[in-house]
């Protein structure tokens, strides 16, 4: 079982930066893979970027050299580093577990364990 909570959504302009945290609760952690996916108005939601318990990671095509995700198995917490924001990235924020996966999915239907969600709005 895992909790997830995300935290560090917020306003920026466009070619502006945020960081997102999500810290997961549960001792499967540290054999889950953690993606970040995101949900725009009136779209369906989708993977944006994740990393697997060994540190391999995956990245949307739209999001390569911008996004960068990490993390920290001292403070269970996965980190968006989300850089060059452009007012498409826009949408809320989620932070998703699979348990005992290995290379993270890009399909939402897999993952287990899913965040509130945080909101990301970049103005132009």
């Known amino acids: 079982q895992l909790q997830l909570v995300e935290s560090g959504g917020g306003l920026a302009q466009a070619g502006g930066s945020l960081r997102l945290s999500c810290v997961v609760y549960g001792r499967a952690f540290s054999r889950a893979a953690v993606g970040w996916l995101r949900q725009a108005p009136g779209k369906e939601r989708e993977f944006v970027v994740g990393?697997?318990?060994?540190?391999?990671?995956r990245h949307a095509e739209s999001v390569k050299g911008r996004f960068t995700i990490s993390r920290d198995t001292t403070k269970n917490t996965v980190y968006l580093q989300m850089n060059g924001l452009k007012p498409e990235d826009t949408a809320v924020y989620f932070c998703?577990?699979?348990?005992?996966?290995?290379?993270?999915?890009?399909?939402?239907?897999?993952?287990?364990?899913w965040g509130k969600g945080t909101q990301v709005t970049v103005s132009s």
């Open positions: 990393i697997s318990w060994n540190g391999s990671t």
């Open positions: 998703a577990a699979e348990a005992g996966a290995g290379f993270p999915r890009t399909d939402p239907d897999e993952y287990d364990y």
